[in-house]
């Protein structure tokens, strides 16, 4: 078996084809969630011991750097699109995106995928794309 890849967000619609399609590859595959609880059918997409639910947070350091121990990879797909309470646009997407990858940097892992969105742009009049914009140059620079 391959390496293994963290996945944050992989319980989402995208992420669930990521773990799949990880799986398939033969990768081990951590799935970095807030709520593992509510996606243990992402458990059966592999092998018995292949895909471990893990419980994270984007915007807490201590479970990002918990959810990388001896990870080759990270797949960062976490995002909102509604903004509530402490889950806001810049705390998740640009902010959190920046932490993982900074974590990821300082812990040796070379392979960071980005999942962001069509129209991210430091210019867009909506918070959504600038916030994701923001992500995207934190995690070049990390």
């Known amino acids: 078996m391959q390496g293994l890849v963290t996945v944050f967000g992989g319980g989402g619609f995208v992420g669930r084809h990521t773990v799949r399609a990880l799986a398939k590859q033969g990768h081990r595959i951590r799935v970095a ?16 011991g292949q895909i471990e639910l893990f419980q994270a947070n984007i915007r807490d350091q201590t479970s990002i750097d918990a959810a990388l ?5 990270v797949v960062n797909l976490v995002g909102v699109l509604y903004q509530t309470g402490r889950q806001t646009f810049q705390s998740v997407q640009a902010d959190g995106a920046k932490t993982l990858a900074t974590s990821a940097a300082k812990l040796g892992i070379d392979r960071f995928i980005q999942v962001s969105a069509i129209g991210a742009s430091s210019t867009s009049p909506a918070k959504y794309a600038r916030a994701k914009a923001e992500g995207e140059t934190a995690v070049l620079k990390a």
Not at 36 to 46: D, F, R, Y
Not at 69 to 73: I, K, N, S, V, Y
């Open 33 to 48: 969630v807030r709520r593992p609880h509510l996606i243990p059918e992402l458990k059966v997409m592999g092998d018995v």
């Open 69 to 73: 121990q001896g990870a080759t990879g």
